[in-house]
T-cell receptor, first 118, second 117 residues
Framework: DTEVTQTPKHLVMGMTNKKSLKCEQH?????MYWYKQKAKKPPELMFVYSYEKLSINESVPSRFSPECPNSSLLNLHLHALQPEDSALYLCASSHPGLAGEGEKDTQYFGPGTRLTVL | AQSVAQPEDQVKVAEGNPLTVKCTYSVSGNPYLFWYVQYPNRGLQFLLKYITGDNLVKGSYGFEAEFNKSQTSFHLKKPSALVSDSALYFC???????????????FGKGTKLSVKP
């Protein structure tokens, strides 16, 4: 089973709202990722968690706050977003790989959450 | 700098004809190359990857890709296209970053494949 699930599928929020995106996988993966994808563009990496610890933050604004409460769950908390933050938010997971070989492992993506900020 | 190029924004083929979606890469060290497909309003689905070994890699849904080190290419191919293959295809290279064990995916800009009946 190579399934990554994401909820909700669609989210519309105002600029003053607080909302959260949720991602779940049960493949035993210990690396999880958040990507942002604008229409007809490739995904852009936002955050990487490895063994539930934040290992990469690609200079993402603080209005995006990731959380990894356990090895199966990844959340993205949203607060005071801007209209330009409207996009498809993708979660992915992968095995952490052998030491020094994580780049060989396949990332499996969820279906995404379509976010619209009004 | 590590990069992936997909020179074609769009590829159009007739159903039943062979298809090729092109990808070239520029990396230092060994390239770990991936192809993903994305249907409208959906996430990315993994098709295949090249890590090492045989230069011809077979993947899902009848797709295959040929790794060519001298031409730094990793073109995606299928002998007989289906209308249902119409989608957005991304080539990606995974590189190790920040000295850690994890690898980041660097994507090409994507190629839209249209298969006409």
């Amino acid at each position: 089973d190579t399934e990554v699930t994401q909820t909700p599928k669609h989210l519309v929020m105002g600029m003053t709202n607080k909302k959260s995106l949720k991602c779940e996988q049960h493949m035993g993966h210990r690396a999880m990722y958040w990507y942002k994808q604008k229409a007809k563009k490739p995904p852009e990496l936002m955050f990487v968690y490895s063994y539930e610890k934040l290992s990469i933050n690609e200079s993402v604004p603080s209005r995006f706050s990731p959380e990894c409460p356990n090895s199966s769950l990844l959340n993205l908390h949203l607060h005071a977003l801007q209209p330009e933050d409207s996009a498809l938010y993708l979660c992915a997971s992968s095995h952490p790989g052998l030491a020094g070989e994580g780049e060989k492992d396949t990332q499996y993506f969820g279906p995404g959450t379509r976010l619209t900020v009004l | 700098a590590q990069s992936v190029a997909q020179p074609e924004d769009q590829v159009k083929v007739a159903e039943g004809n062979p298809l090729t979606v092109k990808c070239t890469y520029s990396v230092s060290g060994n390239p770990y190359l991936f192809w993903y497909v994305q249907y409208p309003n959906r996430g990315l689905q993994f098709l295949l990857k090249y890590i090492t070994g045989d230069n011809l890699v077979k993947g899902s849904y009848g797709f295959e890709a040929e790794f060519n080190k001298s031409q730094t290419s990793f073109h995606l191919k299928k002998p007989s296209a289906l209308v249902s293959d119409s989608a957005l295809y991304f080539c990606a290279v995974r590189v190790k970053i920040y000295g850690g064990s994890q690898g980041n995916l660097i994507f090409g800009k994507g190629t839209k494949l249209s298969v006409k009946p």
